[in-house]
């Protein structure tokens, strides 16, 4: 009886040990998929459309990184652009944004990122962390490489 007991513990902990690896294994392809140059469109609560542009560095160009930082440029059909920098994380399969300006949202995503070739498409929604709300829908292409990142990030309006 001591011997099976002995032989449940150890088949729970290597159960275990695979599930939290999966885990892990998953938030990292997120995050390297992630990583590069994105365009497309993006449509906020408010009914206004922009035309985007992402960019996702992972922290310390790291291909195992699941966090990063990046900015964000968006172009109103006015002619006007805002750029706003952010961190991000991948946790548990979620995609968190953290712009610097303090909203924070997540990532409600229908189709996820699942190939680094140019034309792999991303879309969902984000929504704020703290109230749940959605506040834009978003659909993106892949139009660059990894670290397509120009310099550190910072917010402005123009």
Not at 49 to 65: G, K, L, P, S
Not at 128 to 138: I, M
Request: aromatic letters at 18%; proline letters at 2%; charged letters at 25%.
């Amino acid at each position: 009886m001591r011997k099976f007991s002995t032989l449940c513990t150890i088949l729970a902990m290597l159960t275990l040990t695979a599930v939290f690896t999966s885990c892990t294994d998953e938030d990292q392809d997120i995050a390297y998929y992630l990583a590069g140059e994105w365009q497309g469109q993006l449509r906020a609560a408010d009914d206004n459309r922009y035309d985007v542009t992402m960019y996702f560095d992972q922290e310390n160009d790291n291909y195992y990184a699941t966090h990063g930082y990046g900015y964000e440029i968006d172009r109103g059909w006015w002619g006007r652009h805002s750029r706003i920098g952010f961190d991000w994380a991948v946790r548990d399969g979620n995609i968190y944004i953290n712009y610097y300006d303090g909203t924070r949202v997540v990532v409600d995503y229908d189709q996820l990122p699942h190939s680094y070739d140019p034309g792999t498409r991303f879309s969902g929604y984000f929504v704020d962390y703290r109230t749940g709300e959605e506040l834009a829908e978003f659909y993106l292409v892949k139009t660059g490489a990894r670290y397509a990142r120009e310099t550190e990030p910072v917010n402005e309006d123009e």
